[in-house]
């Protein structure tokens, strides 16, 4: 029985080849990277600056501490100076990068992931970003969307002006979603960034996409919030959830969907 799992294992592993071994390999590090990226723009700090150290002693990370996951799991997730927790920041956004790796190459094999990769990570780190801060960066949402019209041009420049006409829809109904909402609610529901990560969404997928994006997005915010409030959090009709990572996630999931039929 084991020699069979072993055997369904190796044609797995053999499967992925040296192409699909590379990118899960790299994306812990991409994982790191995004880290950084995520702590400097929520904190409003420039992305090329400083090391990290130690928060309670100062102690500087040496090349040892800078393996993705391995010098966490080696000190145990604390510092090796002073045993002070290093919290679980690092490891998760690591182990959010592998896991956006494993699904593409489950989903696409290893030829195509690369690209479902740089989309799920771009996405990865907005969604993050919303989550800390309530915001999504134009630094990122803005060459998101430049992205999607290019590689539409390259790759299917047939549906290059739906999908310029998606970007342009997506910004201009999630404006005009915000601006009824402000108007009944005098309140901010939907936010600048939310209109152009939709925008984005718009710019890889398409026209035809964007009703689904909006719906996965509000449908898995709801189950959000429902999770959330059995959980004890109480939801007034005022709280609110971000909803930059549901947008995200919904872009992802129809983009991988996609896939199937290109
Ligand atoms: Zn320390």
């Known amino acids: 029985m084991f020699a069979a799992q072993l055997d369904r294992l190796s044609g797995l592993a053999a499967s992925l080849g040296h192409a699909g071994w590379a990118l899960l390999l790299l994306a812990p590090f991409v994982g790191s990277l995004l880290g950084v990226l995520i702590r400097r723009l929520a904190e409003g700090r420039p992305i090329v ?12 990370l040496t090349p040892r501490d800078l393996v993705p996951l391995i010098s966490w799991l080696a000190a145990r997730g604390r510092c090796r100076q002073c045993g002070h927790p290093l919290g ?3 490891p998760g956004v690591e182990l959010a990068a592998l896991a956006v790796a494993a699904i593409a ?17 771009w996405l990865l780190a907005l969604a993050w970003i919303d989550a800390r801060q309530w915001l999504l ?9 430049v992205l999607g019209l290019l590689l539409a041009a390259l ?6 002006a739906d999908h310029a ?10 404006r005009a979603v915000a601006w009824l909402y402000e108007r009944l609610r005098h309140c901010e529901g ?7 990560l939709f925008a984005a969404a718009g710019a890889w997928l ?16 709801l189950v959000t919030a429902a999770g959330l409030s059995l959980a004890g959090t109480r939801m007034r009709a005022h709280s609110a959830l971000p909803f930059g990572p549901f947008l995200a996630l919904a872009t992802w999931l129809l983009w991988l969907l996609g896939s199937f039929s290109r």
């Open 49 to 60: 600056r400083g090391r990290s150290h130690c928060e309670r002693c100062g102690a500087r």
């Open 165 to 174: 006409a998606a970007a342009i829809l997506g910004y201009v109904a999630l």
């Open 155 to 160: 790759f299917t420049p047939e549906d290059l």
């Open 190 to 196: 939907l936010g600048q960034g939310d209109a152009k």
């Open 137 to 145: 960066p134009d630094v990122l949402t803005l060459p998101l969307l």
């Open 105 to 121: 190459l489950a989903v696409d094999g290893a030829e195509h992931a690369w690209l479902d990769c740089l989309l799920g990570w």
């Open 206 to 221: 398409g026209i035809a996409a964007l009703p689904q994006v909006i719906l996965v997005a509000a449908l898995a915010a």
């Open 88 to 90: 679980w920041f690092n």
